[in-house]
């Protein structure tokens, strides 16, 4: 392969890949400090651009060991010995990052579903309770207002676990390999506290509302546009920085946020748990503002006028 | 008799609306007390303000000799109330939803069951129980609401109102029921503006118009208020002028009107009205088909008091 053709044509057969040709005087004008060029010829495939990256590397290092080298050989001897250190790399895990991708996208889907699932039943079942009539008759009934009222929202917690139990049971189906390791627990855990804040925020505007024409005007309002707002549908990284502050307000921002931190997560360590901890723990604290709200109205709206 | 219910001074008032005025009474240990009054006179609003549902501006309430607040749970215990409304779960049967509201004050099951059975025999609603509050008519559907509000046996119970737009069969069940509730020992406030049942039921009545007081005391106390003695009505056809003319100077007749099918005579005292009136009827040879003689009612005393009647 000495000549121009013969060199043309393993090129074109690919039977080499990349050619270098070291023009006279190289070393010499390097050593200088000038630039001088290397001609090179390739395919300007995969393996030309491999061979491409190694020697511009190659060039880059030589060039910044020029300045500490006496001379020629001496250069030669410095680039080996950079280029003879090894690192050992151990991988911890075996990140499955499309079963991830797609987990979290479910469990971002989950605020919509808790949201809306919690908001209708739970809504619907309180307007039952909020009838005129029937709150007249519980209110001057010997039953205590705060454990009445305990009564109801643990009755209604029945329905919210089961509604979360049966959306982790389509992540287990749907994507079981993500939900047995511990990411899943994760997702499971955040969920599960979503669940609470969601059952709390059910629970709150049941005691507000009593119409259930309403309903359904409610349930696009809150559970639909904290779900668009907070990055449920629309990734976080695509949407506008004032909406995400907005979103900060709102407990599916937290949730979510959750969600995206449990997704990038590489290790486990105290560090990623105390976290996902700080977010559950807004997640919760929204949860108890609620359920003190939904207390303090029940209790405001004991008399009737 | 110790007081069941201290009511003393009660004053409401919406904005510029004052519904109860100044308003006391008592109530006492086994009596059915009757609160009577045309629609928006104050029964209502007086039965709320006791049971704590409305604030009030003045006054106070005293219940088993204890003030009523809205956290007197034990007080409230011995109370049943059954509101005008009716107050049911249409998800749940007939027999659930008394289980449901008896299980606000009792938690013992077998007590509560035992309970529950015995307010369905009351109203005698044994064979709806299975039946879901839809497929009650009107009249069952009361009944049921009756049985919600006095299932846990209430020694105080306040019914306001529980025949409104009730077949007559329903009716009588209702207050059969309620006189049964009352020979058990059962305090009854009772508030209605149909006065026939006021007089059937109620021991003491107090009339109400406009939020005050008008006049308190049992059902012939009432009747003494009013300034006449004795209504007779004749259904009569035809009658002229002259013989009407003769009838009105009769002794102690007080008013007569006529509207061509009967004529009604008032009396303001003394008796023997009606064999004078058929006396003369017989010597003039007026032909007539029915006549009745009534003694005043509440609706007079109301009429008497007000200068309108009682469902104006």
Redesign the interface.
Known sequence: MDTEAKQEEALFYRQIHYIITIPEHFHSDFMDGEKPQLVVKSTNDYEASLAQMQLERYLNAANALRFISESEAELVANMEAVFSETTEVTMTSKLDTAGLNKAAFYYNFVNYALLAGCIYVICLILS?FQ????R??????????AK?HRQLLLSNSLLAIALWGFYVLISLILVGDVMFSEYGRAYILNSFVFTLCALALAFLIGNLVTNKNAMNGIINVIALGSSFLCGAFVPMEYMPDFVLRIAHLLPSYWFIHANNLIKGIKTFDSAVYRELLIHMGVVLAFALLFVVLAYLIGRKR???? | MSHVIEVTHLTKEYKKLRAVDDLSFTVEKGEILGLLGPNGSGKSTTINCILTLLSYQNGSIRIFNEEMRPSAYDMKRKIGVVFQEVAVFEELSVYDNINYFCGLYIKDRKLRKQYVEDAIALVELQNFQKFMPKQLSGGLLRRLNIACGIAHKPELIFLDEPTVAVDPQSRNAILEGIKELNRCGATIVYTSHYMEEVEILCDRVIILDQGKLLAAGTCDELKKLASIEEKISVEIRDLDEAHRLCIQEMEQVESLSYDGQVLQIIYKQGQDHLIALMSYLQKEQIPYHRIYSERPTLNDVFLELTGKELRD
């Open positions: 039952s009838q005129e009539p029937v007249k008759r519980t209110l001057i009934s010997s039953m205590n207002f009445y004991r008399k009737i006028a």
